[in-house]
């Protein structure tokens, strides 16, 4: 006897661990208005997960018991094709059975940074651009050519379309410079609905290749080819009341005295921030001189070696060039948490302002070829060549570690020293299809 009834929509509670990967409680969409009000049960040791698939030792072990809060405002549904069902999430916080914000809460730690912020009377706007490899393409057309743009504008038709209906409001679709190479823009949002939104992004993109049975990779550095997938954060101040507050013309860089500093705070905690932006052992193949990533500390103009690029400005067709202005962070990538990235450089950049830090001076060139008797006067240093180098700048940084909050940072570390031990004494090969097989 034939069955007409129709299978059941599901609807996911989701959250992007310590890791960068999105890990979900899935229901029937039926039951949506009553998760909405009560949130779903979560384990704390859940976010003590490897890339692996491993749990490490932490502080919670077997015990205790999560709220997983959705946030009604951050709902995404992409319509189903077919036979698919459609991709519905919704964005949670952690929170204590009491309801109280979770402080190992990788979403209430870029929160607590947004806050800090407005008690100052500032809110960052960010945007987060990403990189990724196709893997599947066997005779890759040429970097940033039309033929790159053709051979693939189906997929990229289908990911920009699904990307609007999520409300993610992407800017480009993109071949960029590495063979097999796409790229993702948004347009730029509040700290927090931007941090969503690289989430929504991978998914998204995860989610389409899938239907067009394409595979697709977020990993830093792929075997297949020499170049490299970054993700570019640009973040710019605002006041309360949506007055820009980035740009001066009269001042170095165009940067106002307020972004100076907050510049130059992420710049005095950088070595730290790769612990958590460029957070897996592969990701230091692609932290190298001459790569047009980042390999050093430093505040450059239109620089692509800088780690901390001052954005361009167009002045074309009376452009408000206020409102353009923009620092771009150079040294992340997709293994990271959006939360964590975003909320680490905010809490860098609010010490500078705190401590009305300088600005040094600009690096006008590549970084590699400047001597090392100039290094102070650009506040240049290079970045940790690997992740267990980044761990223990992460451990020096009072200020940092101190945002992070105890729980987070040592379960952060743990899973992090785990990934040490699993990559130890593998080739650079190997540990580059380990991560693009996960990503």
């Known amino acids: 006897m034939q069955n007409n009834k129709m299978s059941p929509t599901l609807t996911h509670f989701i959250s992007q661990d310590y890791s960068g990967i999105t890990r979900a409680r899935t229901f029937p969409e039926h039951r949506l208005a009553s998760n909405l009000k009560k949130g779903l049960c979560w384990t704390p040791a859940n976010l003590a997960l490897n890339p692996f698939g491993s749990i490490v030792e932490n502080e919670w072990g077997s015990l205790g018991d999560l709220i997983m809060m959705p946030d009604a405002d951050s709902e995404v549904r992409v319509s189903g094709e077919g036979s698919i069902s459609p991709l519905h999430y919704f964005h949670c916080d952690f929170l204590n059975m009491d309801g109280s914000p979770w402080d190992a809460c990788p979403r209430q730690y870029l929160k607590r940074q947004i806050a800090v912020l407005s008690e100052m009377g500032i809110k960052a706007i960010a945007s987060f651009e990403h990189e990724f490899m ?239 008797t100039d290094h102070a006067r650009y506040g240049l240093r290079a970045l940790p060549v690997n992740l267990e180098s980044a761990l223990q700048e992460l451990d020096r940084d009072e200020v940092i570690t101190a945002s992070l909050g105890p729980a987070l940072l040592n379960c952060y570390r743990a899973i992090k020293q785990s990934e040490i031990k699993e990559m130890d004494n593998k080739e650079e090969k190997v540990v580059r299809d380990l991560y693009a097989a996960v990503y």
């Open 134 to 372: 196709l893997t599947d393409i066997e005779e890759p057309a040429a970097c940033f050519s039309l033929a790159a743009s053709r051979t693939e504008e189906a997929l990229c038709t289908a990911i920009t379309a699904a990307l609007i209906e999520a409300n993610v409001d992407p800017e480009m679709c993109i071949p960029e410079y590495a063979a097999r190479q796409y790229e993702v823009t948004c347009s730029p949002a509040e700290a927090l609905k931007a941090a969503d939104r690289a989430v929504n992004v991978r998914e998204v993109v995860r989610e389409i290749c899938r239907r067009q049975n394409r595979t697709v990779s977020f990993s830093p550095v792929s075997s297949l080819n020499p170049g490299t997938n970054g993700v570019h954060v640009h973040v710019s101040l605002w006041s309360e009341s949506d007055e820009p507050l980035t740009y001066d013309p009269s001042r170095p860089g165009q940067l106002s005295e307020l972004a100076s500093r907050f510049s130059a705070g992420i710049l005095a905690h950088m070595t730290a921030l790769t612990a958590l932006t460029a957070p897996g052992v592969v990701s230091y193949q692609r932290l190298r001189p001459n790569s047009w990533s980042a390999a050093y500390a430093c505040i450059g103009q239109q620089n692509r070696e800088a780690s901390i690029r001052i954005a361009p400005i167009t002045h074309l067709n009376d452009s408000d060039a206020a409102k353009q202005a923009n620092i771009e962070y150079r040294a992340a990538d997709a293994l990271a948490s959006p939360h964590l990235v975003l909320g680490a450089i905010l809490a860098a950049g609010i010490d500078g302002i705190k401590r009305k830090l300088e600005m040094p001076a600009l690096v006008t060139t590549n970084p590699a070829s400047i001597p090392s």
